[in-house]
């Protein structure tokens, strides 16, 4: 059985601790928890996730990295292939340059056949506007729609 693939976005693991926003800590914990004890689903993150995560301070910093150290997931490299298409993202307009790396991300999930982003961005990611642009781009260009949603979405079940 082909395993549902989840890409989660650097916001994700760090609202694993992130205490001036409880209630989005428990559900990425809560959520966190589903994903190292689901076997049908295949976790997603790639180099831009470690990059960005690697700019967090300590001690913030070791935990995170041993939050992830305990889940198993599939680690992508940034391709020529992802760039291009983030790069077309930008060129229709679903945001703007300076937020280049949040297309880079989307662009990572399309090409890497995964089903989900899950972030806390709802400015970037989780939002309607975004979703349409990018899924009328990928219809354009015969590539598979990605659905964007929050945990807490995530949580009612998929």
């Known amino acids: 059985m082909k395993k549902l693939k989840v890409y989660l976005d650097t916001s994700i693991i760090s609202h694993l601790q992130q205490e001036d926003v409880p209630e989005k800590m428990r559900e990425t914990q809560e959520l966190w928890?589903?994903?190292?004890?689901r076997q049908d689903i295949e976790v997603v993150i790639?180099?831009?996730v470690i990059r960005e995560i690697s700019k967090c301070s300590e001690p913030k910093l070791s935990f995170l990295l041993g939050e992830l150290?305990?889940?198993?997931?599939?680690?992508?490299?940034?391709t020529e292939d992802e760039k291009g298409l983030a790069d077309i993202y930008l060129q229709n307009g679903v945001l703007r340059e300076k937020s280049l790396d949040d297309l880079t991300h989307i662009a990572i999930a399309t090409l890497n056949d995964c089903r989900y982003i899950v972030s806390w961005?709802?400015?970037?990611?989780?939002?309607?506007?975004?979703?349409?642009?990018?899924n009328a781009t990928n219809l354009s260009l015969n590539l598979p729609q990605v659905d964007i949603y929050s945990p807490s979405?995530?949580?009612?079940?998929f």
């Open 33 to 37: 928890e589903q994903f190292k004890e």
């Open 46 to 48: 790639s180099d831009l």
């Open 69 to 78: 150290a305990q889940l198993d997931y599939t680690l992508v490299k940034i």
């Open 121 to 134: 961005n709802f400015k970037h990611f989780v939002n309607p506007k975004t979703i349409k642009a990018v």
């Open 153 to 157: 979405m995530m949580l009612g079940g």
